[in-house]
């Protein structure tokens, strides 16, 4: 079972990350995606949703047209894990064969 990130393992894990912010209000992650399309942003969406279902850790996410907008957090844990950091880092990888 995953746990919750001690603050500095998160500080750490984050500085790892490029452009991925905490969100304010709750303990989370978010990244904001732009894309030249639709059918870009959507293949995307499919590419992240099968790296999801295999981590079985899903990211909460929203589209408009060329835009998506990810957050990550571990709602069993109350907050962040070592899944969402794992996670963002395999969206990154996503985003940029994209």
């Not at 303990?27 to 639709?38: H, L, P, Q, T, V």
């Not at 870009?40 to 907008?69: C, I």
């Not at 069993?76 to 064969?97: K, Q």
Request: with cysteine; charged share 30%.
């Amino acid at each position: 079972m995953a746990e919750r990130l001690k603050p500095e393992d998160r500080a750490a894990g984050l500085k790892a990350l490029t452009d991925w912010h905490l969100c304010e209000g709750r303990e989370a992650i978010s990244k904001s995606f732009r894309f030249r399309d639709f059918r870009q942003a959507f293949g995307f969406m499919t590419e992240v949703a099968l790296v999801a279902e295999k981590m079985n850790h899903h990211p909460e996410w929203f589209n408009v047209y060329r835009s998506v907008d990810i957050t990550l957090a571990t709602h069993d844990v109350g907050g962040l894990s070592a899944l969402d950091l794992e996670l963002a880092a395999e969206i990154d990888r996503v985003a940029n064969r994209s």
